[in-house]
């Protein structure tokens, strides 16, 4: 059984740049949903998609979109960059309606210049 | 608002001592809560997960508990270790919020000096 992956692990952008994230679920996952975490503080939800569609978004601008596909891959696209979107991105799976936790990716580090 | 609340936010024991580290909630309509630790820019491992249901879960050294009523879950970690130096987080999957999201509260960060 395979945990979640993410890619890329650490990645340098400028600000005013676009920046997409990909996340590999667990086998047997089918819902995912992406955190952003700031440097000393919790992970804080951007939002979740079940069934290729968003499911629930957190306090976060529309320049942050994404994608899930068939096969439960998920994709976090971040558009025109500021620096405060510096942080470690969480990608996290589950099963929606069953009564598991949450399985967490190892995160991408973003850095914008 | 629904709130998570971790203190202390950070602790240093020395090795061999058990330690308790808080998670207080706002509101006891929960769906579960879950610990996790998280070392230094990396991402978080899951501990232990407690549905609404249950008052308690063990794994090893760790055990976690959980009162809806009042609002709290404690993580103790018995015989610690400098292994177990880390940050550890508690999350809780409130009822009707938005995706079934995470609230973490800020974590804690621990060290467990030799």
């Known amino acids: 059984e395979t945990g979640v992956t993410q890619s890329p692990t650490h ?10 994230l990909r996340c590999s679920s667990q086998s047997g996952h089918n819902t995912v949903s992406w955190y952003q975490q700031a440097l000393g503080q919790g992970p804080q939800f951007i939002f979740q998609y079940y069934r290729e569609e968003e499911n629930g978004r957190g306090n976060f601008p ?43 990716g190892s995160g991408t580090r973003l850095t914008v210049v | 608002k ?32 879950q610990w996790f630790r998280q070392d230094p820019g990396k991402g978080l491992t899951s501990l232990l997960l407690i549905q609404s249901s249950q008052r308690e879960q063990t794994s090893g050294r760790l055990n976690a508990s959980l009162d809806k009523s009042s609002g709290r879950s404690t993580l103790y970690i018995a015989a610690s270790q400098p292994g177990d130096s880390a940050t550890y987080l508690c999350a809780v999957r409130f009822h009707n919020n938005a995706g079934n999201m995470l609230t973490f509260g800020g974590g804690t960060r621990l060290m467990v000096k030799p």
């Open chain 2, 2 to 33: 629904q709130e998570v609340t971790q203190i202390p936010a950070a602790l240093s024991v020395p090795e061999g001592e058990n330690l308790v580290l808080n998670c207080s909630f706002t509101d006891s309509a929960i769906y579960n809560l």
């Open chain 1, 62 to 104: 529309p320049r942050f979109s994404g994608l899930q596909f068939p096969n439960y891959s998920s994709e976090l696209n971040v558009n025109a960059l500021e620096l405060d979107d510096s942080a470690l991105y969480l990608c996290a799976s589950s099963i929606t309606g069953g009564a598991v936790g949450y399985t967490f």
């Open chain 1, 11 to 20: 990645l340098i952008k400028t600000r005013g740049q676009q920046v997409t």
